[in-house]
């Protein structure tokens, strides 16, 4: 999964960052309003979180240009504490969630979390694909009860397809997901990522759909 972090706050961007990858997620970091939303508007993420008052552009205006260029994924707004009516214009111009400064950094994961899992279609934090059960708020995974080591690439690329488990998924949309912007994007590294996945679970889990990507099958833990 592909995180974009906006935030002017130095010293809170990177924090955000390190706890978002430390979570397992790629993250790309902008520290203005201009490189935020050229971000925004031109590489695809999984979820956004958007400090309101930033320089040369502030977060509203972003938000709503983003929504006008039917940009939909997730964003989670940051705000003062005593600035209720940022929230309000943050939540009309089209964001999903909201976080007063300061906060945990444990809550802002919690909602990362759930606004992934609600883009995808998963109510529940625990998503199971055939034998696979992956636990989203610990970043477990387990194949028939039994926990299965991941390194930090083969953990992003498993969980991106179990959270859209049933679709064909294509290498392009994998790598567009699971890499940093300025990452060294190789496609051929997908293919060496489900091998080794393979190795870990039962062969049959990861679908081949010649052509057109892979596909794990959706469990039935979801209506």
Request: charged share 30%.
């Amino acid at each position: 999964m592909r995180i974009l972090v906006v935030e002017d706050d130095k010293d809170l961007n990177r924090q955000l960052n390190a706890a978002l990858t430390g979570a397992g997620y790629a993250v790309d970091q902008a520290f203005d309003g201009e490189e935020g939303y050229f971000l925004g508007d031109t590489e695809p993420y999984d979820v956004v979180i958007l400090d309101l008052g930033l320089p040369k552009m502030d977060g509203i205006s972003i938000l709503e240009q983003w929504r006008r260029a039917s940009r939909n994924m997730p964003v989670i707004i940051l705000t003062a504490r005593d600035r209720w009516s940022d929230k309000v214009s943050g939540m009309d111009a089209g964001a999903d969630d909201y976080l007063a400064k300061p906060f945990h950094m444990e809550e802002l994961l919690a909602r990362v979390r759930a606004q992934v899992r609600r883009a995808s279609g998963h109510a529940k934090s625990e998503i199971e694909c055939g034998p696979v059960r992956l636990d989203t708020k610990t970043a477990r995974v387990t194949c028939d009860g039994q926990q299965v080591k991941l390194t930090s690439h083969e953990y992003r690329l498993l969980a991106y397809l179990m959270h859209h488990g049933g679709r064909v998924v294509s290498r392009t949309e994998l790598v567009e997901h699971l890499y940093e912007q300025d990452f060294d994007r190789d496609s051929n590294t997908i293919e060496v990522f489900i091998g080794r996945l393979r190795k870990k679970l039962p062969a049959d889990v990861i679908e081949t759909v010649r052509g057109l990507g892979y596909r794990m099958s959706r469990g039935a833990d979801e209506a």
